[in-house]
């Protein structure tokens, strides 16, 4: 096996301890804040106070949550593609499977794009229903006004949806790529 085709091993193989020890950071810092899985499946009243506490707390582990998933897949989809890109000038001398590399890439290049897209989008959520709540509580609004706020509010549960499908594809498009980049590592062994 060439130096390269070492290198691309040793890589994916720091790539999934990097990943097993992230998952087990996250989940050794916010265990302590999540129910135990006994708990009951209806959540009990709660003061104003806690209820606020506990909304906004959900809110923030969603945020952090949708942040570090969209730094991974564009880290994991980049660093997979710059990794894989020296092997282009050897990549006749180095058999193994070239079209796993090639299915990989282009796996690769469609997270990322996802993942932009995805970022457009979820800025499309928050821009149209500010645009929904300006018009829907103006001053005077008019029936036309408040029509123009529907429509707003649509446009944002569209963005939201398109949202969800690019992050499900590019996690399905990341995981993937990262899979055929490991097959044709594997097909570099003698």
């Known amino acids: 096996m060439g130096s390269y085709g070492l290198l691309v091993v040793e ?9 097993l020890a992230g998952f087990g950071i996250a989940r050794r810092r916010y265990r302590r804040n999540l129910a135990p899985a006994n708990a009951p499946a209806i959540p009990a009243k709660l003061s104003p106070e806690q209820f606020q506490a506990d909304r906004a707390f959900n809110i923030d582990m969603y945020k952090t949550g949708m942040q570090q998933f969209d730094k991974l897949v564009t880290w994991v989809a980049g660093g997979g593609l710059v990794v894989s890109v020296p092997l ?22 469609i997270a990322l794009a996802c993942m932009v897209a995805g970022h457009f989008m979820s800025t499309r959520i928050y821009s149209e229903e500010r ?32 949202t969800k499908v690019l992050n499900y594809v590019s996690l399905v498009a990341v995981l993937g790529g990262l899979v055929m980049l490991g097959l044709f590592a594997v097909s570099l062994i003698p």
Do not use: Y
Request: glycine share 12%.
């Open 11 to 19: 890589l994916i193989g720091a790539l999934v301890v990097g990943i």
């Open 131 to 162: 645009a929904a709540l300006d018009k829907v509580h103006h001053a005077d609004a008019t029936g036309e006004i408040v029509q123009q706020g529907a429509k707003h509010h649509r446009n944002a549960i569209r963005s939201g949806t398109a």
């Open 88 to 109: 282009l000038r050897e990549i006749k001398t180095l058999g193994g499977w070239p079209f796993a590399l090639a299915i990989g890439w282009l796996l690769l290049l």
